[in-house]
């Protein structure tokens, strides 16, 4: 919120008696020297992370248990000829696991799952834009998608070939898209909640932080890529 005071004052507008949003236009102008830590502001919206997160992990984790006692469960979510497609790459005895694995090509590998990350990420965060259902949805979709997948493939007893592929990459990559999910939420509160603000510039307000955000998430995703 800091970032969008900031914007604000660029922009000419006054700042509201008692708001808690500071403007850094001093510091970057140079004409002041100290700012309050820019920690405090990203620590009052952990009830949205903490929302996020159990929107994201809540059915995944979830699904992954109720599978292991309904097994049949997976087809209300997955079609046959997709589980079938997941058991193929995972498959115990494959030289390279995972998808596009019949490629061989380590540079499509990186790119997939750069693109599978950031769009991911994206999706959280810009639903958010629909007063927050878009991100809401996204992670819930996201949540089922992967717990059905992580499922089925623990209760087929690939545990090697799954979790050892994807545990070095994918808890990082998910909690990226739980950080972009709370901006997506941090962005739809703007739109629901605005206070005393129009929802105008209650959503200029909340984009820049949300923004900057989201951004710092999608080089996380490119980064847990490698």
Request: aromatic share 14%; hydrophobic share 50%; proline share 4%.
């Amino acid at each position: 919120i800091d970032v969008g005071a900031t914007f604000l004052d660029y922009a000419g507008v006054k700042p509201l008696a008692g708001a808690a949003a500071k403007s850094l236009r001093g510091v970057v102008t140079g004409k002041a020297t100290k700012h309050r830590d820019v920690l405090h502001s990203a620590l009052e919206e952990w009830r949205l992370v903490w929302l996020s997160i159990a929107l994201l992990f809540g059915p995944l984790i979830g699904l992954i248990v109720v599978l292991q006692y309904f097994p049949e469960f997976v087809y209300y979510l997955a079609s046959p000829e997709q589980l079938r497609e997941y058991e193929s790459m995972y498959a115990p005895g494959n030289r390279v696991l995972g998808p596009h694995r019949e490629a061989g090509n380590q540079v499509m590998m990186f790119g997939f799952y750069i693109w599978n990350n950031v769009k991911i990420d994206f999706q959280c965060f810009a639903g958010g834009m629909v007063f927050g259902l878009g991100a809401v949805f996204f992670m819930l979709f996201n949540g089922f998608s992967i717990g059905a997948v992580a499922g089925h493939l623990t209760q087929l007893g690939y545990i090697e070939t799954f979790w050892g592929f994807v545990s070095g990459h994918s808890s990082w990559e998910l909690l990226g898209a739980a950080i972009s999910g709370a901006a997506g939420l941090k962005l739809g509160w703007a739109l629901i909640a605005p206070g005393r603000l129009t929802r105008t510039v209650s959503f200029l307000v909340a984009g820049p932080m949300t923004f900057l955000s989201a951004r710092a998430c999608d080089t996380w995703a490119r980064a847990c890529s490698y």
